[in-house]
């Protein structure tokens, strides 16, 4: 599938066609859209770049929420390690 962005917004965006891809690629990353590796394939990036552009933007690889953290205290516990 392809998606086609006029002319009129990329220019209102004040973005190269890249930077839009990678600006969209970020939101849907750290929205839990998509993963790494294709938010990485959508902007165009190698894996390890978009690492980078996600740690310049201060966007955190990993989501530990309050959920996961008493999943494993669930888990320990059933495991006899707390």
């Known amino acids: 599938m392809s998606v086609v ?7 209102a965006s004040q973005l190269t066609p890249g930077e839009f891809r990678q600006e969209i690629a ?16 959508l902007a165009e990036l190698p894996l390890n770049t978009f690492r980078q552009l996600l740690k310049k933007r201060n966007i955190p690889l990993y989501v530990y929420d309050v959920e996961d953290f008493e999943l494993d205290l669930k888990n320990l516990q059933s495991l006899g390690r707390l």
Do not use: C, M, P
């Open 5 to 11: 962005i006029s002319d009129e917004i990329l220019e």
């Open 26 to 41: 970020l939101h849907f990353f750290q929205t839990g859209r998509l993963t790494l590796g294709y938010a990485s394939q």
